[in-house]
């Protein structure tokens, strides 16, 4: 496959077996304009089509997987606004109406739905992470089979404790970390390592940076070594007890609940900003303090000091 993508890179490795997609924003740190995440469907869909292709691993280029969503860089503003640069999608699937419809049809098909396809993908997808993952970067990761994490990897989701919402879009916290913990980190924006992340099961294996990217091509060649109906139907069987479980019908419930509090924001501020600001309490995003771990014997890490 011709790699013309802008702002990710398509490669196959071990004899076509792998398919590795690496988010490369390194300078906005992988955040998620629009054009990434069309791009990054059209990998998925051309690694899907492929028969060679096993195994897909998900990487991010630079210090760190993902930054979460886009929320203003240049480049996301040219592709938001009227003009030649426009981003084409910004003027379907919802982008020609007006209010929560825009807003709930846009994200239902950019930010949801493409992400519940991707867990659905018909190959086994592997998230290669390294540095901190934020926010909306955590769907990116949830959507994958399985996670690899570098030995300084972190994840955390701030968008409570920065923009006065109720998770991401796609609302995997109680699956991946479990009811409490989901509560208390979402509540807190505190952090959590990736020897927690793997005790909780949602990462498989931890390698040492510098031989992250070596070490998951090793682990997603054995991987591709399964027969690939087995594999497939491996994958099925988990994913079809999880969606028994109740985990399709929560990820549509919370959804929705996502766009009620958008609509809630909108319609306190005249401008429609569907995001909480200082005046109610939530801090301005560049000034916010930093993200700290969490910890069982802390009550505030930040008025510890730590």
């Keep these: 496959m011709t790699n013309d993508f802008k702002f990710i890179t398509y490669e196959t490795l071990n004899s076509g077996t792998l398919a590795r997609i690496t988010l490369n924003r390194v300078r906005t740190r992988n955040a998620q304009n629009r054009g990434l995440l069309v791009e ?23 210090p760190l997987f993902s930054s979460g969503h886009d929320l203003g860089s240049a480049e996301d503003r040219v592709e938001r606004e009227p003009g030649p640069e426009q981003h084409p999608t910004w003027k379907i699937n919802g982008g020609t109406r007006v209010g929560a419809e825009r ?9 949801f739905d493409n992400t519940r396809r991707w867990r659905n993908l018909r190959k086994i997808t592997i998230a290669q992470v390294q540095g901190t993952t934020f926010a909306a970067g955590l769907m990116l990761i949830w959507a994958c089979d399985l996670i690899v994490g ?24 109680p699956w ?11 509540l807190t924006g505190d952090s959590i390592d990736v020897q927690e992340a793997y005790r909780l099961g949602m990462v498989s294996k931890i390698f040492p940076r510098a031989e992250l990217a070596d070490r998951t091509v090793e682990y997603a060649a054995r991987i591709a070594r399964i027969p690939t109906m087995s594999a497939l139907l491996i994958k099925e069987s988990v994913n079809q007890t999880l969606d028994n ?3 399709f019908n929560s990820l549509n419930a919370c959804f929705y609940l996502h766009q009620l509090n958008h609509s809630h924001w909108a319609q306190i501020y005249e401008d429609k900003f569907p995001l909480g600001r200082p005046e109610h309490g939530v801090p301005d995003w560049s000034s916010a303090p930093p993200v700290l771990p969490s910890r069982p014997d802390v009550a505030d890490p930040h008025a510890a000091g730590s």
Excluded: N, P
């Design 150 to 173: 570098s030995d300084d990897a972190v994840f955390a989701d701030v968008v409570g404790t920065r923009l006065g919402m109720c998770g991401v879009e796609y609302f995997g916290h």
């Design 103 to 111: 807003q709930t049809l846009q994200e239902w098909h950019y930010f």
């Design 176 to 186: 991946e970390f479990g009811a409490r913990r989901a509560k208390d980190l979402l």
């Design 245 to 247: 479980m109740g985990m």
């Design 40 to 62: 990054l469907d059209e990998a998925f869909h051309a690694a899907e089509c492929d028969d060679q292709v096993r195994v897909v691993i998900l990487a991010g280029a630079g």
